[in-house]
């Protein structure tokens, strides 16, 4: 290995390189590595164990997977789908690591006769957004969540039951991203099942992968790992691209092969692939937060967190408080917060706010 490069890579035990690949993303993931690590301490034969053991051989040299294999008992010269063993690891691991990943979508169908509806809450790891042709010939990641969360209609042959007029009506069904994950992993659904040909193929159309996405209710992702798919279904390669947190180069992460790629990826806005497949996007923190916003859930959040709230100001206008390291502003019609990374902890643990930051974030209102 190059020695300018601090990476090591997973050796391939035949047709493993789907695995490799998103146990180096979620190596990377700093925090999902130390949860598994807190988590080892506590368990002696759960997965969470071997997941630590090859974390730590990973920091030191080029290392097997053999363990991992033999956990989810995969038959290592069988290529599989890098998305669903994603789902699969993601479902093993403890509840502290895997809350990274979970995000929250509320389903409420809307019964077009009588207005009544139903909400139900879904948990997901990952969105998966189908891929399809662009008005404009450039089909983008956010093209696909737009998709993804946009209203289905149910009509003619299509009407689903209503209860409460007990008989199948005209039906809406609406999605909202009621939780924001951490971080939020998009799969893009490049194998479908043709009816045509009775059998699975691949969807090599180019996508538009931005850097930056927002989100409904103003939230900011930046993306930091994609793991792309080359070839076919039965003679593919996974391979992971990786930008380490603090850094600013990327890394390929190809096997047992660590590359060094440098910063130019990130200087531009999107990458144009036929080949990307997951996406990995890391929460970043927001300013305030426009009318519509989940401020309840926020303030919610934070009366439920142990550590003592400490008001700042509290005015008809507005209300400030600290709280973990943030400041938090709550207005009539929306709720911002901010790392307050200059405020210092006083007297039994009162929190002052330097004078130019606190004149600086009141001088938004």
């Known amino acids: ?19 490799n690949s998103i146990l180096q993303v979620l190596f990377m993931t700093r925090k999902f ?10 368990h002696e034969n759960d997965f969470n164990v071997r997941l630590h053991a090859l974390f730590e051989s990973l920091k030191e ?10 956990t989810l008992r995969i038959k290592v010269y069988e290529q599989q789908d890098a998305g ?54 450039n089909f ?35 999605y909202k991203l009621e939780r924001h994950p951490e971080i939020l992993i998009l799969l893009l659904k490049r194998f479908e099942y043709n009816y045509n040909h009775m059998s699975y193929s691949k969807d090599s159309r180019p996508v538009d992968v931005c850097y930056t996405i927002n989100l409904p209710e103003n939230q900011t992702y930046e993306m930091y790992a ?19 947190e603090e850094e600013e180069s990327w890394y390929e992460f190809n096997d047992s092969t660590v590359t ?14 036929r080949s990307a497949h997951l996406l990995f996007y890391r929460k970043q923190s927001i300013g305030l937060q426009d009318e519509g916003q989940n401020g ?26 600290y709280q973990d390291n943030y400041v938090v502003i709550s207005l009539p019609s929306s709720t911002g917060f901010c790392e307050a990374s200059t405020c210092t902890l006083i007297c039994n643990g009162v929190a002052n706010v330097v004078t130019q930051v606190k004149n600086w974030l009141f001088s938004w209102f």
């Open 1 to 19: 290995m190059n020695q300018d490069i601090k990476y090591y890579g997973l050796r391939n035990q035949g047709a493993t390189c789907y695995l």
């Open 33 to 42: 590595r130390e949860a598994v690590e807190s988590c080892s301490k506590h």
């Open 61 to 70: 040299k080029t290392s097997e997977t053999t363990e991992v294999t033999k």
């Open 84 to 137: 669903h063993y994603l789902e699969k690891i993601l479902s093993l691991v403890s509840d502290e690591a895997s809350q990274i990943f979970r995000g929250e979508l509320i389903h409420r169908t809307v019964c077009g006769e009588c207005a009544s509806h139903t909400e139900d809450d879904v948990p997901f790891f990952f969105l998966s957004l189908p891929l399809m042709d662009s008005k404009n010939g």
């Open 140 to 174: 983008s990641v956010e093209d696909g969540i737009q998709e993804f969360l946009k209203d289905a209609e149910f009509y003619g042959e299509d009407q689903l039951y209503c209860d409460h007029c007990e008989d199948n009506r005209d039906t809406t069904v609406k």
């Open 226 to 244: 994609m793991v792309d798919h080359f070839g076919t279904l039965r003679g593919g390669h996974y391979t992971a691209t990786i930008k380490p």
């Open 260 to 273: 060094l790629l440098g910063n130019q990826m990130f200087q531009r806005k999107f990458e144009k692939s």
């Open 296 to 321: 309840e859930e926020e303030q919610r959040d934070l009366a439920a967190n142990p550590n003592p709230i400490v008001e700042l100001d509290r005015r008809p206008e507005r209300t400030c408080w």
